[in-house]
């Protein structure tokens, strides 16, 4: 029986599509020959879970403590890791800085080894344990690595958009040549006991390039996050089949190339200016506080649809507290634009930052100024309530050994109408 397969996705069909209803793209349907029912199948074998072996997380540190934290320890042999973030962010510079100490293969399909070599040198890095290769068909790169399986101890693929198999026959980069090429290096992590760290692009959408499959076949998401107008780099784990998904890594982008960030207070303007709309939020990531700063700017607008944008936070957060603000302080913001803003190109989206965000909207509108070492913890409900937030003792515990005076959080406000009678607003 012939069976008409996209080139692009590798959608499946028993009849030809001059545009493939998957993907969308149009002449990709190539006809081909289905196999018997029978040919290839093998019966499953079940085994007893009290039989199976247990499994031994050997780990392998890279000597960047940050990195280390959110992979849970260090690198595990068969993890195969996906990492993501947008170009120009400081992937490959990531793992340069974290993988100098460990015995690499390098696989670049984006630069020359003389380039990489540069930035290494740049960086004040060495690498004597770390090799390069421009190879980007998988299965000349398959056969290499079974070589040099002894030498090394994790393999890097920069990134898996440029590499290529010739049995996918689909254009590089497209859906199903991602997919080819990715369960081979899989494969070959598993079968080998390798780590892989594979680099992803990043689209418009802020979504990995390719199949959101492949995020379910690797067993590690990471996600490098930052505006590269900052110097701020957050690194967070989506996905972790062998740690924690709560733990981030931060990193200040230097001269000398990235740098670990352990102080608490990084996100934070040293010279404390005060303005209005402008508030302190302590928040949870992992094990650790952070504390980061929230600019709020509401001002008249001479649109018919006032503006609403933010930078840091999710945009239907804002609308949300928007509404609250409204049903429950009575401010018409109507004709006001509202443009909320987290200080050094990161994001937050700890529930523990909406009584930031409230407060930095009330100080905002009344022009009043918050008092310096003023700190605000708590989530906000449609109901106007401020409600406690995990781990809050320790946020608090925390600020004040930074020296916060006032903290203001479920511990002595309940709702934001008490929030907004603190910050020097009329009664409600």
């Not at 689909?170 to 390798?194: E, L, P, R, Y």
Request: with cysteine.
């Amino acid at each position: 029986m012939s069976l008409f397969t996209c080139s692009s996705c590798g959608y499946g069909s028993a009849s030809w599509y001059g545009k493939c209803p998957y993907c969308n793209e149009w002449n990709t349907m190539v006809q081909g020959v289905q196999k018997s029912e029978e040919e290839g199948i093998k019966p499953a074998v079940f085994t007893s879970l009290d039989a199976l072996s247990s499994l031994e997380l050997n780990r392998k540190k890279t000597g960047v403590f940050e990195f280390d934290r959110v992979l849970g320890g260090g690198l595990v042999q068969g993890a195969v890791i996906l990492l993501a973030g947008e170009p120009g962010v400081g992937k490959s510079t990531l793992l340069l800085k974290s993988l100098q100490k460990v015995r690499t293969l390098y696989i670049s399909g984006e630069e020359s080894g003389a380039q990489i070599k540069e930035r290494s040198r740049r960086i004040h890095l060495t690498h004597s344990s770390f090799h390069f290769s421009d190879q980007t068909q998988v299965e000349g790169i398959i056969k290499s690595l079974l070589t040099k399986v002894k030498e090394c101890d994790v393999v890097v693929v920069d990134s898996i958009q440029t590499v290529y198999s010739k049995t996918a026959g689909a254009v590089v980069g497209s859906m199903a040549q991602i997919k080819t090429v990715a369960a081979q290096f899989i494969d070959f992590a598993k079968k080998n006991h390798k780590a892989v760290i594979l680099i992803g692009h990043i689209t418009k959408d802020g979504d990995i390039a390719g199949p959101k499959t492949l995020e379910h076949l690797v067993d590690c998401v990471l996600y490098f996050e930052g505006d590269r107008m900052s110097q701020y780099r957050i690194l967070r784990a989506h996905k972790n089949r062998f740690g924690s998904t709560d733990e981030v890594g931060i990193f200040e982008m230097k001269e000398e190339g990235l740098c670990e960030a352990n102080n608490a207070t990084v996100f934070l303007d040293p010279e404390h200016k005060n303005a209005p709309g402008k508030v302190i939020v302590g928040v949870m990531e992992g094990t650790r506080p952070l504390f980061f700063e929230i600019e709020s700017l509401v001002v008249e607008s001479v649109l018919n649809i006032p503006r609403r944008v933010t930078s840091g936070i999710d945009y239907n957060k804002l609308l949300l507290l928007l509404a609250v603000i409204r049903k429950n302080l009575h401010i018409s913001l109507d004709h006001f634009d509202v443009y909320v803003n987290i200080v050094g190109g990161v994001a937050v989206r700890s529930t523990a930052a909406d009584c930031g965000i409230v407060a930095s909207i009330i100080s905002s509108i009344h022009n009043i100024l918050v008092p310096q070492k003023s700190l605000f913890i708590g989530e906000v409900g449609l109901l106007g309530e401020v409600r406690k937030v995990l781990r809050e003792d320790k946020i608090i515990k925390e600020a004040r050994r930074f020296g916060f005076s006032s903290i203001y959080s479920s511990k002595n406000i309940t709702s934001v109408k008490e929030l907004s009678v603190l910050l020097g607003s009329k009664k409600y």
